[in-house]
Nanobody, 121 residues
Framework: EVQLVESGGDLVQPGGSVTLSCVAS????????MSWVRQAPGKGLEWVST???????RYADSVKGRFAISRDNAKNTLYLQLNSVKREDTAMYYC???????????????RGQGTQVTVSS
């Protein structure tokens, strides 16, 4: 059974930083692409970033240059470092597992329960 458990969400001041983690189990983590997506209050899911099994990365324009995705295959863990956060980064953040061989994100991929990031002074 696929399990994805996110953590690290917090209340962060504008301009601050926070790192999210996602521990994966139930599948071979190292061979699949993984993504982060988010959902702001009252809005739909927004794709944020993807990292492939070969460590190629992509970012949404809204976070490019501020967020950094990474993975530690030895720990079955996905990370998202949020830097220079803005109020509009406030959202529930989810990690998502891609099917094997799929590098593009689709909204029906398995996700965890999420971790909340709130940007406020």
């Amino acid at each position: 059974e696929v399990q994805l458990v996110e953590s690290g969400g917090d209340l962060v001041q504008p301009g601050g930083s926070v790192t999210l983690s996602c521990v994966a189990s139930g599948f071979t983590f190292s061979i699949v692409a993984m993504s982060w997506v988010r959902q702001a209050p009252g809005k739909g899911l927004e794709w944020v970033s993807t990292i492939t099994s070969g460590n190629s990365v992509r970012y949404a324009d809204s976070v490019k240059g501020r967020f950094a995705i990474s993975r530690d295959n030895a720990k079955n863990t996905l990370y998202l470092q949020l830097n220079s956060v803005k109020r509009e980064d406030t959202a529930m953040y989810y990690c998502a597992k891609h099917p094997y061989g799929r590098s593009s994100y689709a909204y029906n991929y398995s996700r965890g329960q999420g971790t909340q990031v709130t940007v406020s002074s």
